[in-house]
């Protein structure tokens, strides 16, 4: 693969590195398509969704949808289509395709396609200011002092370790915003009616 010198300087230090990788499950193919970023991996094997990653073609036959359909769900959560043959899903991206047909049974399929469109953009602001939370606060400061890959990697790890909390938070905030959404809507509706009412047989005011 050529990740690996043992005449260079930095020999013992990628050492550590590709054996810590290699301890989180990193595979060749992993290590040969991150050689750039070999530190950042780290978090990529703690924050995939399944071990094995699906074609297009598997993503359909275990999804029970059609091509059409995952493209167009994957479109409006903000990725682009798949190369050929490129193994772009994870077995849970599939796994939860599976249940489109439950929610298109209540909300309708334009009404998910566009709900996708919403939770995509809005996870995708937060990836990316956890991403310049990580850089600025915590990957700066250990380039700064000295820079050490195998900590990079570890910090990597620890801040992927801290994601079940924040999805916990993500699912916690999430529900209390749906009440508070309900119960303004629902005010919104008593105020119709109230004008409704206003407006009403005996009331003096006309409707417009």
Same mark, same amino acid.
């Given at each position: 693969?050529?990740?690996?010198?043992?005449?260079?300087?930095?020999?013992?230090?990628?050492?550590?590195?590709?054996?810590?990788?290699?301890?989180?499950?990193?595979?060749?193919?992993?290590?040969?398509?991150?050689?750039?970023?070999?530190?950042?991996?780290?978090?990529? /094997?703690?924050?995939?969704?399944?071990?094995?990653?699906?074609?297009?073609?598997?993503?359909?036959?275990?999804?029970?949808?059609?091509?059409?359909?995952?493209?167009?769900?994957?479109?409006?959560?903000?990725?682009?289509?798949?190369?050929?043959?490129?193994?772009?899903?994870?077995?849970?991206?599939?796994?939860?395709?599976?249940?489109?047909?439950?929610?298109?049974?209540?909300?309708?399929?334009?009404?998910?396609?566009?709900?996708?469109?919403?939770?995509?953009?809005?996870?995708?602001?937060?990836?990316?200011?956890?991403?310049?939370?990580?850089?600025?606060?915590?990957?700066?400061?250990?380039?700064?002092?000295?820079?050490?890959? /195998?900590?990079?990697?570890?910090?990597?790890?620890?801040?992927?370790?801290?994601?079940?909390?924040?999805?916990?938070?993500?699912?916690?905030?999430?529900?209390?915003?749906?009440?508070?959404?309900?119960?303004?809507?629902?005010?919104? /509706?008593?105020?119709?009616?109230?004008?409704?009412?206003?407006?009403?047989?005996?009331?003096?005011?006309?409707?417009?």
């Amino acid at each position: 693969m050529g990740l690996y010198d043992p005449n260079a300087p930095d020999a013992t230090e990628t050492l550590a590195l590709l054996e810590y990788l290699a301890g989180l499950g990193a595979t060749k193919e992993d290590l040969t398509e991150f050689r750039n970023e070999l530190p950042g991996l780290a978090s990529v /094997l703690k924050l995939r969704s399944g071990r094995d990653l699906l074609t297009l073609d598997e993503t359909v036959a275990r999804s029970g949808l059609s091509e059409d359909l995952v493209l167009r769900i994957n479109r409006a959560a903000g990725f682009p289509d798949p190369e050929p043959g490129a193994r772009s899903f994870s077995e849970r991206q599939a796994d939860l395709l599976a249940t489109f047909a439950s929610a298109e049974r209540v909300f309708g399929r334009d009404a998910i396609i566009q709900l996708t469109r919403v939770l995509g953009s809005a996870t995708e602001r937060i990836a990316e200011a956890v991403v310049s939370a990580f850089l600025i606060n915590v990957q700066a400061p250990i380039v700064a002092e000295r820079e050490d890959p /195998l900590a990079i990697a570890r910090a990597n790890t620890a801040a992927a370790d801290l994601i079940p909390l924040m999805m916990a938070l993500i699912d916690e905030m999430l529900r209390s915003h749906l009440i508070a959404a309900r119960r303004t809507f629902r005010g919104t /509706l008593d105020g119709d009616d109230a004008a409704s009412g206003a407006c009403g047989p005996g009331s003096g005011a006309r409707r417009v």
